[in-house]
Nanobody, 122 residues
Framework: QVQLAESGGGLVQTGDSLRLSCAASGGIFSSLNMGWFRQAPGKEREFVAAISWSGGSLRYADSVKGRFTISRDNAKNTVFLQMNSLKSEDTAVYYC???????????????WGRGTQVTVSS
């Protein structure tokens, strides 16, 4: 069983940057594809970014492409989401996920963290 713990969320202003972290335990992190989803109030959970187990394949939602960067440190069992040029529409709870196939479908992922709140104030 893989446990995921997100951190780094907070309240920022439009245009600011924020870096989310997700620490994994209980599994072989270096063999897991990792991803980030987000869910805004009243909306469905949506795909943000994903990274393959090796870091060699990346995938981004069009809405964050060019602003967000996903990366991983297999030595520290941690995946990151660097978010730049934040917009009010980025406000959501951000969830770390593991075990999927770099899919945009949340049903394709096996493990989920509890989420971290990101609020972008204009």
């Amino acid at each position: 069983q893989v446990q995921l713990a997100e951190s780094g969320g907070g309240l920022v202003q439009t245009g600011d940057s924020l870096r989310l972290s997700c620490a994994a335990s209980g599994g072989i992190f270096s063999s897991l594809n990792m991803g980030w989803f987000r869910q805004a109030p009243g909306k469905e959970r949506e795909f943000v970014a994903a990274i393959s187990w090796s870091g060699g394949s990346l995938r981004y939602a069009d809405s964050v492409k060019g602003r967000f960067t996903i990366s991983r440190d297999n030595a520290k069992n941690t995946v990151f989401l660097q978010m730049n040029s934040l917009k009010s529409e980025d406000t959501a709870v951000y969830y770390c996920t593991a075990g999927g196939r770099l899919s945009v479908l949340n049903t394709s992922w096996d493990y989920w963290g509890r989420g971290t709140q990101v609020t972008v104030s204009s």
